[in-house]
């Protein structure tokens, strides 16, 4: 029998496999993957100071590219940072987890339904397992007030070298459209870029066609005259602005854990997912128990945990979504990205201290000031954003 099925071969499922084939080699693991291939069409970054250095070592084979530093771009302010940036690539995942783990993945495999000890699949095939972890990505969320961070990507070959030696994180110096907007560039080689032009924006609602057209005219702005398109992705993620976690968490199949967006995790404010996919993975691979009932309640009390001490997090997206006109939200950004770099670190990294926190609120908000106090209460149960 299999001891832990693993519902979902995205970024978090495949970290919870590779960790758990790496640790403990005892555990009977099978991921089912309802596509192709595992991680589907996703790039997942993340700063150097996100993970320690056993993690470091762990994605080492998983990166697609790393620098030295990054920069950001504003109307009024740039700035460019020495922390370290790498990329994790879909295909590169597949890549390291079929070498590692191949047994144990079985891909084109829907799942219809799950419980706290079996799957079944589209066909009707049911699966047995001891333990069920739901790694399938973000479902339904009442219960969370939520905006949304949502962008189009496109890997282009140019014609001529771009010349960039580090990434653009946020170059907001764009027309402000549907929230605030900026451009995302990931220099991947000297003559290939990944453009994503991204929005926090109120709805989900992602308009591809209008978004490949102010692609195109961002490159054009820059001077990169693009040879072709190498493929596309797009996303939708949550950000954070306050509900009950618990009430989500416990909305679904009695004894099933959860995992990644699926679990609420994820940074609040950047929507970064690599860095809570990879301390999900370790605290699996070290429990001592991995029953289905003590996996499922490890899991939902480590979510549980974080959202807890991320209200901060949390407050801040309020003010951004609910205080500041939506073409004026890049100012709140600009602001922060004005603050010393350790601590712009540390907010990346989930690890602020009470006087950065104090830090980032200090000084006249770049909102007005009865909207951002009327921000300070987070809403439970009747959410903002459906």
């Given amino acids: 029998m299999t001891d832990i099925l693993i519902v979902g071969g995205g970024l978090a499922g495949s970290l919870i496999a590779a960790r758990l084939f790496e640790r403990r080699r005892d555990v009977r693991v099978l991921l089912l993957e309802a596509g192709e291939s595992i991680g589907g069409n996703h790039t997942w970054s993340f700063h150097e100071g996100d993970l320690d250095a056993a993690q470091h070592a762990f994605l ?5 590219a790393s620098w030295a530093g990054h920069e950001v771009r504003f109307p009024g302010h740039a700035r460019s940072l020495a922390g370290g940036y790498a990329s994790v690539s ?3 995942l597949a890549m390291v987890l079929a070498d590692r783990i191949c047994a144990r993945i079985r891909t084109g495999a829907p799942v219809a339904a799950l419980g706290a000890d079996h799957v079944v ?3 009707g095939e049911r699966i047995v397992a001891r333990a069920v972890i739901d790694a399938r990505g973000p479902g339904p969320a ?37 929230g605030y907007r900026f451009v995302y560039v990931l220099p991947l080689d000297p003559e290939t870029l990944l453009i994503e032009d ?29 040879d072709y398109v190498v493929r596309e992705e797009e996303g939708v993620l949550p950000i954070a602005l306050g509900g009950d976690l618990a009430a989500f968490l416990d909305d679904g199949p009695a004894g099933v854990a959860r995992a990644g967006l699926r679990a609420g995790l994820f940074h609040p404010t950047t929507g970064y997912s690599l860095p809570d996919a990879m301390g999900l993975a370790d605290l699996v691979s070290t429990l001592p128990d991995l029953s289905g009932p003590a996996l499922a309640a490890a899991t939902r009390a480590h979510a549980l945990d974080l959202w807890a001490r991320r209200g901060f997090f949390r407050l801040l997206n309020r003010m951004l979504f609910h205080a500041a006109a939506p073409d004026k939200r890049y100012a709140i950004l600009e602001r922060f990205y004005r603050l010393p770099e350790p601590l ?5 990294a989930d690890r602020l201290t009470l006087a950065d926190k104090a830090r980032i609120l200090t000084g006249r908000p770049p909102v007005p000031v009865l909207k951002a106090m009327a921000c300070l209460k987070e809403t439970s149960g009747t959410p903002h954003h459906a």
Avoid at 164 to 176: E, G, H, N, S
């Fill in 344 to 348: 712009i670190a540390r907010f990346y």
């Fill in 60 to 64: 080492a084979p998983m990166r697609v």
């Fill in 121 to 123: 699949l589209e066909g």
């Fill in 90 to 92: 879909s295909d590169r």
């Fill in 142 to 178: 009442p219960q969370l007030d939520l905006g949304y961070q949502k962008f189009l990507g496109q890997e282009v070959r140019l014609v001529r070298p771009h010349g960039l030696a580090r990434p653009i994180l946020m170059d907001a110096r764009v027309p402000q459209l549907d």
């Fill in 198 to 226: 991204t929005y926090y924006a109120d709805g989900p609602g992602l308009g591809t066609a209008a978004l490949r057209t102010r692609i195109a005219a961002y490159a054009a702005a820059q001077g990169w005259a693009i």
